[in-house]
């Protein structure tokens, strides 16, 4: 069978699943290379995933009207600054100790308040959505920000395939647990795995994609392969990596950063300069890459489109 060129690929035939069954395997590239580095009092071989070298192009792709016109970050910037504790809790030990993740094969599991449950393989999951470019704020629970251009597809046409019972009133995310692949997970630093929640119509809101890709090409193993949520108006710890599961609930789910301190960090999340964090201001933030400090708007400039989900709710309560 011939494989076409992501170049010979018009969007509309490009779909996630194209990507999953052509990608290569990229682990045994000569441009890596392998050290062995101390973490923490952990011996472990260190190899930076470089973005622009190993990762599978995902060809042309649809641009998002949602998306920002701001200035992205560079490659270089959202591939090398990184939150996955999963990985170490370093902002450069992700794109150090994440090559050990093996995401090929990988499989998602649907469960819960769900008419079509089960253990899927990605590219089941991935098969019929068209992805698309979504160029998002990224603000961090830590004051600092980024603008990513993600690849991917509506949460929503997920979840809308899978159907919901009447029941499902929240969906909880699940990372994978094996401290074999993820070093940070032989140390209780968090309640492995990682686990957070939306609520159903959270969930379902335009904004909210998974995304497969970054600056057009396959998500880098740091930043969340080979499947990752993004919801632009909430801190970025909502935003979960390498989902493994997607369960459907009636009940809220109890997220990893709220079980660890329920005092600092709400189900909600919502970024809101109005609430700060007990222990710092959220009132401003650092993009990376710049020295000056910009005003963090609330719900993380995307109010218009989203604010109508809480109205009536006191998000000094439910932060
Ligand atoms: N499984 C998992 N998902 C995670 C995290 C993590 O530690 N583990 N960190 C979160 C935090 S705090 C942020 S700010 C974003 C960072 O995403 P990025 O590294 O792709 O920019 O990922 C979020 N998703
Ligand atoms: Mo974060």
Known sequence: MLIKRPDDIKPSEITAEGIYRQRRHFLGTAAATTALLATGGLLLPQREVVAATDLRPLGSLTKSPFSTTEKPNSVEEITRYNNFYEFGTGKEDPAKYAHTLNTEPWSVTIAGEVEKPGRYTLEDILQPHPLEERIYRLRCVEA?????????????????????????????????????QMPGQRRPTLDWPYVEGLRIDEAMHPLTILAVGLYGKELPKQNGAPLRLVVPWKYGFKSIKSIVAIRFTEQMPVSTWSRSNPREYGFYSNVNPEVRHPRWSQQRERRIGEFRKRETLPFNGYAEQVAHLYSGMDLKKNF
Request: net charge neutral; glycine share 2%.
């Open 144 to 180: 600092w920000s980024m603008v990513i251009p993600w690849v991917g597809f509506p949460l929503a046409d997920l979840i809308k395939r899978f159907t919901p019972t009447s029941r499902a009133r929240y969906v909880e995310f699940v990372t994978l647990h094996d401290p074999e």
